[in-house]
């Protein structure tokens, strides 16, 4: 027995394209879930599609990409999802963007494209999932925030300040929607070896490696892990949780 087993379930995971976000869509797919994936770009949904098909062939995933940011958008690719599936048990909130540079560096711009992507669209993504959650009798909402919501960092502070948020959010809503059997919690993972972090220079991983108990970067799959347990039945009576996954980089 699985139990992990998520066979049926209908799961949307935006930034399903790569990193964290593609090894959850692998995580889901592989205990049963049909998964829709977002991403940013058609071309990239289509990449990722391809990749699965032959990972995973004959696995029920689909790939949409909506702007997440604009609130009627998202509302119109959950509709559609549910009048093609019937449901939607399962919402991650995992898209988002990071930013690095010195305050005296920011440009307005700069501030809102992170709030734009990292909490509105974060806000958009449950502003949509609720009302179909409570209609079916019940959900789960996972977001994606980050160890540095907890402790801050030293620049690219709209990064911080935008996990902090959906912090504030998952706290807020866990609070507002468990009467509908909706859980809402969030994983806060440390350094994770994808993309984002990649894109780091060498001088900022070094330091970065050294402060980890643990001795290693994370890995997506040990995101996706976190989001796994959380989305199951397992976690059947966990809400309003900020789970760490940072190798106890930030106790
Ligand atoms: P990544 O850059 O590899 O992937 C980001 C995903 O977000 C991609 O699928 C991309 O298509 C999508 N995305 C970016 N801009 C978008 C937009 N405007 N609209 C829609 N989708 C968009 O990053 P990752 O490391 O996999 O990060 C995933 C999440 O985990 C993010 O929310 C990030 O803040 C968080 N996180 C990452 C780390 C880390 O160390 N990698 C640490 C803490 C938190």
């Known amino acids: 027995m699985n139990v992990f087993d998520l066979t ?16 959850a869509v692998e995580r889901f797919l592989d205990c049963g879930a049909i998964v829709i994936l977002f991403g940013s770009r058609q071309e990239t949904v289509d990449k ?6 032959q990972s995973r062939p004959g696995a029920k995933v689909e790939g949409m990409c909506p702007n997440l940011s604009d609130a009627e958008a998202v509302k119109a690719a959950f509709a559609r999802i549910v009048e093609e599936h019937g449901r939607l048990d399962v919402l991650i909130n995992n898209a988002g963007i990071s930013q690095s540079q010195s ?31 409570k209609q ?13 919501s907890l402790y801050g960092q030293r620049s690219g502070s709209g990064y911080p300040t935008s996990k902090y948020a959906v912090n ?47 001795r290693r970067f994370g890995t997506a799959e040990d995101v996706a892990n976190a989001f796994l347990y959380l989305a199951s039945d397992m976690a059947a009576y966990v809400t309003g949780a900020i789970l760490s996954v940072d190798g106890g980089c930030m106790m």
């Open 8 to 23: 049926g379930k209908v799961a949307v995971i935006t930034g399903g394209t790569r990193g964290i976000g593609m090894a």
């Open 48 to 53: 990722a599609l391809a990749a699965l098909a």
């Open 103 to 133: 305050l005296y560096d920011y440009k307005p711009e700069d501030f809102a494209k992170i709030m734009d992507l990292n909490v509105k669209a974060v806000f958009n993504g449950c502003y949509a999932a609720a009302p179909i959650m």
């Open 136 to 148: 079916q009798g019940g959900g789960v909402i996972l977001n994606t925030s980050s160890m540095v």
């Open 168 to 214: 504030g959010l998952t706290k807020s809503l866990a609070r507002e929607l468990g009467p509908d059997n909706i859980r809402v919690n969030a994983v806060a993972p440390g350094v994770t070896d994808t993309d984002m972090v990649a894109a780091l220079p060498e001088a900022y991983r070094k330091p970065m490696l050294a402060a980890i108990p643990m």
